[in-house]
């Protein structure tokens, strides 16, 4: 599997996390109950990813406005302060570092950046690092001052520099998914078809870009083949112009007669298919994400398809980190799955915790009493105690002093 860009992300009141740090293996399937926060650990990927491209008021907007961002412990929602640090690893050209920020909320839904942290470790041993606190701005980067605001992020206003550049490559090119097949069913507007949307919505651009290039016959043909694993008898999927507009054309074959072909719009496929089709684009885009997340990929699936799904995720992980939430012990059958590929969602006390599996879990893993989708069917694929580990769980440092 490939190694992995980011090691650690620490959560600091996101959402329904008042605090909480994830740590990776690759791939790592996340599980837990119906509103445990599964799709709020997600949502710290997007939001970061989006903050990089995006005016922070922007990201904000999109998500309802900082009050529906932080988390709300009590009623008058304090400590206002919200924060999301993550931790590299060796990846991008470089042998770790960090990045992080804190924003505060203020009156009248306004907000202002408190503190802001990213270091580069190169493997020869050279440290890249800037430290601003409020619009003060220290670094030992000589001849990187920018124009600071204090409701702006300043890494999407220097990730063009050489310096500080593989740590921007990595946040603004996470990925989360989450396919609605009702927007791959519509005509679609083209565009660069460089980055699948979220929902999946430009599917065709990005299905039209990939049948371009060096490698485009390849890569026709293993999603063609992934796809007809998937879906029985469907050979191929191709966009298709309609004057301005952008959709698919599904064909299916069976038999050994060739003339025993059918071709489909995507009004006339299924939501599965629709949905699995758009999982392999997610995994098949160029260029690839540094870390893609796929929010409960079995969906509208029939179990048969799961294995193909899994292997598709085995296959991406060998490329990007990815990120799994899943309901489905179908999924988790796997042999491979190990505890370490695990981690579970809680919600306890009003607050979500994300936690490696109990001990009780791990045993019956390791001894081979259990794998992960019996415990999960079994409804005993447990967390461990929130407070009996020896890691920061519950207090886990945004910053850190550098000289």
């Not at 001052?145 to 206003?157: D, N, Q, R």
């Not at 660069?192 to 651009?205: C, P």
């Not at 026709?220 to 191929?236: C, F, G, H, Q």
Request: proline letters at 5%.
């Amino acid at each position: 599997m490939k190694g992995m860009s980011i090691v650690k992300v620490i959560i600091k009141r996101f959402r329904s996390f008042p605090s909480a740090t994830l740590t990776f293996d690759n791939p790592l399937f996340v599980v837990g109950c119906n509103g445990a926060g599964k799709s709020n650990l997600a949502d710290v990927f997007s939001f970061v990813s989006e903050a990089m491209a995006s005016p922070l008021q922007a990201v904000f907007d999109r998500q309802g406005g900082i009050e529906a961002v932080r988390n709300r412990s009590s009623g008058r929602s304090y400590p206002p302060n919200l924060g999301l640090a993550f931790e590299f690893g060796p990846s991008n050209g470089i042998a770790g570092g960090r990045f992080a920020f804190e924003v505060k909320a203020l009156p009248n839904y306004a907000y202002q950046i408190v503190r802001e942290q990213c270091l580069v470790r190169k493997s020869d041993g050279t440290r890249w690092w800037y430290d601003r606190k409020d619009t003060v701005w220290r670094s030992n980067a000589k001849g990187l001052t920018p124009a600071l605001e204090a409701s702006a992020l300043s890494l999407p206003l220097i990730g063009g520099d050489e310096r500080f550049a593989p740590i921007f490559r990595i946040l603004s090119s996470m990925r989360v998914y989450s396919i609605e097949p009702a927007k791959l069913r519509e005509m679609q507007d083209p565009d660069s078809g460089v980055a699948l949307r979220a929902d999946g919505g430009n599917a065709a651009s990005v299905l039209q870009e990939l049948s371009r290039g060096k490698e485009a016959a390849e890569i026709k043909r293993d999603i063609n083949n992934i796809l007809e694993t998937i879906v029985p008898a469907t050979k191929s999927v191709v966009p298709k112009k309609h004057g301005n507009k952008l959709s698919m054309q599904f064909s299916q074959e069976w038999g050994s007669d060739k003339n025993k072909k059918l071709t489909f719009n995507p009004y006339n496929m299924s939501d599965g298919t629709l949905r699995s089709l758009g999982l392999i684009l997610a995994v098949f885009q160029k260029p690839s994400p540094s870390l893609l997340v796929i929010e409960e990929p079995e969906a509208t699936l029939h179990p048969g398809a799961l294995g193909a799904v899994l292997d598709l995720i085995r296959q991406a992980a060998k490329s990007m980190q990815v990120v799994v939430t899943t309901h489905s012990p179908e999924l988790l059958d796997a042999k491979w799955i190990q505890d370490n590929n695990l981690r579970v969602v809680t919600w306890q006390e009003g607050a979500s915790h994300v936690l490696m599996p109990s001990q009780a879990t791990r045993k019956a893993m390791s001894e081979h009493l259990m794998g992960a989708g019996e415990l999960l069917r079994s409804n005993a694929l447990n967390a461990e105690e929130l407070f009996s580990a020896d890691d920061d769980l519950h207090d886990g440092n945004l910053f850190e002093d550098w000289a």
